[in-house]
Structure formats: C-alpha cells, structure tokens
C-alpha cells in the first residue's frame, strides 16, 4: 500500500522539490504552504508522516505549533523538521514537541528520502509476524508493539515513534546497558548524543506524569541507559 506524506513548506521551489523527489521514491505526497491549510487537511485525513518547516509564512514558529497540534491527534505519527534554521534550541525544541527527525535544507534529496523510508521501516519492523504478537509486560509496565500502545499501571503513555522504539529496546533486555548506538540501531534511525538524551527525558517525563516517583530508565554514566523493574 502506497504511503502517503504530507509537506508543509512555504517556499514553492523547495515544496515542488522535495514533492518530487519522494514521488519518484513511489510515494503520494500533498503538499501544503501553511499551517492553516495543513491543519484543515489534517483534520479530515491524517498522513502517513508528515515533513514540516519551522518558520511557515508570517508564524516565524508555525511549525512548532503545526507539530503540537499533530502530536494531539496522533502519538505515533512520524514527523521530520526540515528547516534552513540549524541552532541546537530549535532541533531540541523540536524533539520536544515530539518530532521524530530534524533535518537542515541543505540535506540532500536522496539522504531526505533515506531518512523518510527509515522511519517506514520502523513502524513495519514493530508489525512485523514475529513481533505483532509480543506484549511486554514489566512490572507496571506494558508494550503492545501491533497496536503501538504503552501503558503504565494501566494509563496510557504516549509516546512518539522514536520514544515508543527507544522504550521497547530498553525493556526487551531489563538490566542490559544499551549505548546510544544500540539505541539508534534498533530504533533504525541516526541521531545524535544529544538528540537521544532530549528523547531519554521527554519520555521520562510522560512517565512521570504518571507516577512522579518513576525510576525505571537508568542513566550509565559514560555507557548508555538501562530498564530497571
């Protein structure tokens, strides 16, 4: 079934660009120039993933608004920034509004379609036979990897695509150090140190809203990060 991605970008020659660089890749793509045009879109039918500029016409951060209201209406939908803005405020500002990838304009078109098939892979990969069967339940918490569901003493975590692979890595070996490496490697994504430990606390945080006292995703120093029952 063909995956159908949305681009909200307020520039035309970038929009068009990047439109048919990834129907060349066998996907359908709409392509919208505001947020408000998106979001009225959106509203009827939602993405696949979605590719959306920080800065959109006169909102200098209506991309940021764009992926709060997205990540209302759906955790798991994956979300790339692509932006001519490259400061580390922006790019972890991003994360923490729950994107799932922050790329600059200057990436280039085969690399932005890389990165696109490998957040599809992801969520194939959690639907794959041999793990759309598996729950993992660890003390307070479970993970239903087909319907992509995390739950804490029953309450519902939402976490985002990149949240919810880092999570099911850490639990499927409670008490095995995963460096951010390994993180990556099973979350099928590159991101940087700093791009994995604003993950680590966004998702901490969800957790803790929960149970404030939550303590389950351990800090190494200098190795990496642990699931602890």
Known sequence: MKKHI?????EPALRENYAASLARHGYGVKTYSNRKHAM???QVHLPDLAIIDISLEDEAEGGFDLCRDLRAMSA???????????SELD?????????????TKDVSLPHLAARVAALFRRIDALRRPDNAAEIIRR???SIDAEKMQTTWNGAP??????????VHALARNPGHVKNRQQLMDAANVVLDDNTITSHIKRMRRKFQQIEPAFDAIQTVYGMGYRWVE
Do not use: C, K
């Open 6 to 10: 949305a681009i909200v970008e307020d």
């Open 40 to 42: 009225q879109a959106f």
């Open 76 to 86: 798991e939908l994956p979300i790339i920034f692509l932006t001519a803005r490259d």
């Open 91 to 103: 790019a972890v500002s991003g994360l923490r509004l729950g994107a799932d990838d922050f790329l």
């Open 139 to 141: 003390g307070a918490l």
């Open 157 to 166: 975590v939402t976490l985002s695509l990149t949240e919810f692979w880092i």
